[in-house]
């Protein structure tokens, strides 16, 4: 009998809804909170403290853990990086908005801790803010869409 471990294919879907809410009431005032279909909080974006600047935000997982920490840098673009600290050798992406019209922004997403201005993007994000929707590709193709 063989008794090694099964693992997911890495084609297989598994959609999960989540919903997205500033006044849930297990949420401190101007946080947002991405709820399962049971109402807990999964994940939660807050600033990192009442007295940071408003250009820093921090992705916590459902137990306060964090998971990632978004700084916007002098030039524009958004950094993430990886945990509670913006520390550079933790940095993970970078996102420069390419387009900011009233109904459409396009953003481009670099992966990887390096930052060049010669760089190729790895993912592009094409949004439509009145529809509420965006869609991300990996070149031509679509990888996700909410």
């Not at 600290?85 to 396009?106: C, D, G, H, Y």
Request: contains cysteine; proline residues 4%; positive net charge.
């Amino acid at each position: 009998m063989d008794n090694s471990v099964l693992t997911n294919p890495t084609n297989s879907e598994i959609p999960v809804d989540l919903f997205v809410s500033k006044k849930h009431p297990g949420l401190p005032r101007g946080d947002l909170g991405f709820l399962d279909s049971a109402g807990n909080v999964v994940f939660q974006v807050t600033h990192q403290s009442l007295k940071s600047a408003s250009n820093k935000r921090v992705l916590l997982d459902g137990t306060g853990n964090p998971l990632l920490t978004l700084c916007l840098s002098n030039s524009g673009c958004w950094l993430g990086y990886k945990g509670g600290k913006a520390e550079e050798n933790q940095l993970i992406f970078r996102v420069k908005r390419t387009k900011n019209k009233l109904t459409r922004i396009e953003l481009e997403v670099f992966v990887g801790g390096e930052i060049s201005t010669e760089a190729t993007c790895d993912f592009k994000v094409k949004g439509f803010p009145f529809q509420k929707s965006c869609s991300i590709y990996s070149g031509n193709d679509i990888v996700a869409q909410v």
